[in-house]
């Protein structure tokens, strides 16, 4: 990870009352094939990010992914926000530059319009112009992925 910078937000900043009042708010469950699941707060989720080059606050997906403790035998990520979910190969999400999760700038967080309050982009899988506001992932086996498309697929008939 990234060190943080004198300007990154410290405990009497700004973003550290956002994080406060977005715990209230927000959180991101992760469970399944990781050794720490856990529903993480948006406090924890500041805690994990660093100020980027480009001025946005985010963390990568790897990152995240180490953060829980993602299992080897993790072969599918199924994430989803509010109304949508995908399916992404374990591989893509660790190994695609750019994979990211996005909590704003060093001066504001992101509105729900932008995709906040935290967005997830993975390039080739998201699509920019419909920002997608993550809320879960569960890592799966192929074996889990296989049961869980055709129990999804059984109950869109």
């Not at 707060?41 to 480009?54: E, F, I, P, Q, W």
């Amino acid at each position: 990870m990234s060190e943080q910078s004198a300007d990154w937000p410290s405990s009497e900043s700004w973003y550290s009352a956002t994080a406060r009042f977005m715990d209230v708010e927000y959180s991101l469950t992760v469970l399944g094939c990781v050794d720490a699941p856990d529903t993480l707060r948006y406090s924890g989720l500041v805690d994990l990010a660093t100020l980027r080059s480009d001025g946005t606050v985010g963390l990568s997906f790897r990152d995240l992914l180490a953060a829980v403790r993602l299992d080897v035998s993790a072969a599918v990520l199924v994430v989803a926000d509010h109304r949508r979910s995908f399916a992404v190969p374990v591989c893509d999400a660790l190994e695609v530059e750019g994979a990211k999760l996005t909590l704003g700038t060093s001066r504001s967080a992101l509105r729900r319009a932008e995709g906040g309050p935290v967005r997830l982009d993975i390039p080739g899988w998201t699509d920019p112009s419909e920002p997608f506001a993550i809320e879960s992932i569960e890592a799966m086996t192929f074996t889990e992925f296989l049961r869980y498309s055709s129990l999804a697929s059984t109950e869109r008939t």
